[in-house]
């Protein structure tokens, strides 16, 4: 199957003042992936991800979306991408259901609060506010708002960070799920388990520019071809895996 190009980014520079955060970058994401942004703090995976977003401006490069050019299309990027908000978008008198309604008012499409909190396992959360949701369901709630708009890509930045290792695989079957119907997914993430288990091709970056872009198992495959041996695994299982094998894996981090 023919990989169609979806999010082209050419030759992207990021500079705030003197410093540049974003140095000459250039990669793509195909269509219906799951793609994944890693490396350091710092490398810069914020700023090129806000950049595609429309969020934040570019000191040079090109990059289009869906086909349209970030420089002059913003605006049907916006309509065709979803984002997730800061917590603090979050107003915190308003319940899951009157979130939707309003995000939904914003974009100026009529989805129902059950069909968008049944997306990601919330019907029953349904009258509680955020801030007494559990830190993975505050996850699922955000990734609930990014798909009010059937966007076409969803950006997700550190979508797993602090959550327990059940939530965190919760959260991958949905972002599976989500890719699975259709919507290509960009991610970033610390955790390179998490990477190599979800992403269909990653990209690392440091210091501002991608310093390689594979496949999970290709990166690993070459490293292993080139002679590289891990210490030797004396255990075969870890702590996780109790955890997960004692608390099972279903929706239930309440
Ligand atoms: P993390 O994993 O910690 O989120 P990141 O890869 O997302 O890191 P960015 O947030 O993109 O990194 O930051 C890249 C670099 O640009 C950092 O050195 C950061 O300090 C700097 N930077 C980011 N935003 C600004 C800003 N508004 N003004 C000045 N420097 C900035």
Redesign the pocket.
């Known amino acids: 199957m023919v990989k169609k190009p979806i999010i082209t980014v050419k030759n992207l520079v990021k500079k705030?003042g003197d410093?540049t955060?974003v140095n000459d970058i250039s990669f793509e994401v195909y269509e219906g992936e799951i793609f994944g942004l890693l490396?350091p703090?710092?490398?810069?995976?914020?700023?090129t991800l806000e950049i595609i977003e429309t969020l934040r401006d570019k000191t040079s490069g090109e990059i289009s979306v869906d086909g349209f050019s970030i420089g002059k299309d913003a605006d049907d990027i916006k309509k065709r991408i979803g984002v997730q908000l800061q917590a603090a978008g979050y107003y915190p008198n308003l319940n899951l259901s009157e979130l939707i309604v309003l995000f939904s008012g914003l974009y100026g499409i009529n989805k129902t609060p059950m069909e968008m909190l049944g997306k990601v396992a919330l019907t029953e959360k349904a009258k509680a506010k955020y801030k007494d949701l559990s830190g993975g369901q505050k996850q699922r709630f955000s990734i609930a708002t990014t798909l009010i708009n059937d966007p076409r890509i969803i950006f997700l930045d550190e979508p797993t960070t602090g959550l327990d290792p059940q939530a965190r695989r919760n959260l991958w079957d949905l972002i599976r799920e989500i890719r699975n119907n259709g919507t290509t997914v960009v991610i970033?993430t610390?955790y390179m388990d998490e990477a190599e288990v979800l992403c269909d091709r990653v990209a690392f970056i440091d210091g501002g520019k991608v310093i390689g872009i594979d496949t999970p198992d290709n990166f690993i495959d070459k490293l292993v071809a080139g002679g590289f041996e891990r210490p030797k695994q004396v255990k075969l299982a870890n702590l996780e895996d109790v955890f997960i094998n004692l608390t099972g894996k279903e929706w239930r981090e309440e």
Not at 41 to 47: D, I
């Open positions: 705030y410093f955060a490396g703090n710092g490398a810069g995976k914020t700023t970033t610390h």
